[in-house]
């Protein structure tokens, strides 16, 4: 790493509830350029900011590393993740190891069923959108013709997805789950595409 929005993460990472100028003298360029690279960080799901009082006077705003920002970094963790599914793929067929994942995310959407009574499907697609952020992902939505498209514009799982992809299970079942529909891979970030995206039928999920 070392672009100017890298170290940009970096200094994140060592630094966090960093304010524009603290970042902007750490790396070197002025507030205007950190700015800008914090905007499209933010758009990315990798930053996060909030409001921070500091003594008298207005409160400033600071800016941290969210769960997806974080894991661009390598970690004990991921290497104990990838260890972990190593070892269960060498006792288990690789389909009970796409069920386990499939079961974690029914589980987890059977959470929210209390809240998808009553909703139309477009409130259960911005329901979607929520639960997805509290699970590291930044998804949106469109109506494209007759069928909706999710798009995961970012991934928490995305390097152990690179060697493991059955995790790809969890957001796959998720979706189908809390709309009540299948929801088909169209797209896919581990096959070159910039994003994974489901599709859904409009007139499917009108019925």
């Known amino acids: 790493m070392n672009s100017t929005r890298d170290r940009i993460l970096q200094t994140l990472l060592r ?3 960093t304010s524009i100028n603290t970042l902007a003298e750490a790396v070197g360029i002025n507030p205007i350029s950190v700015r800008h690279h914090l905007t499209n960080l933010l758009v990315e799901g990798l930053v996060s900011s909030e409001e921070e009082r500091h003594g008298v006077g207005r409160p400033r705003l ?3 590393l969210t769960e997806a920002g974080t894991e661009r970094f390598p970690t004990r963790y991921f290497r104990l993740t ?16 796409s069920k386990l994942f499939s079961q974690m995310a029914s589980d987890i959407a059977e959470d929210y069923s209390g809240q998808l009574k009553g909703l139309s499907m ?5 329901l979607t959108k ?19 498209q ?7 799982y995305l390097r152990i997805g690179q060697s493991h992809p059955e995790v790809c ?6 979706i189908s789950k809390m709309l009540a529909v299948p929801a088909e891979k169209v797209q896919c970030i581990l096959s070159g595409d910039t994003h994974c995206t489901y599709v859904v039928q409009a007139e499917v999920m009108t019925k």
């Open 15 to 17: 630094q966090p509830r």
């Open 62 to 64: 600071v800016y941290f």
């Open 82 to 97: 990838s260890r972990l599914l190593d070892q269960l793929k060498s006792t288990m067929p690789e389909q009970m190891v």
């Open 122 to 126: 477009e409130e259960r697609l911005d």
């Open 130 to 148: 929520i639960l997805m952020a509290e699970e590291g992902f930044n998804v949106e939505w469109e109506k494209t013709g007759n069928q909706y």
């Open 150 to 156: 999710i798009h995961e514009i970012t991934c928490p």
């Open 169 to 174: 299970t969890v957001d796959q079942t998720l």
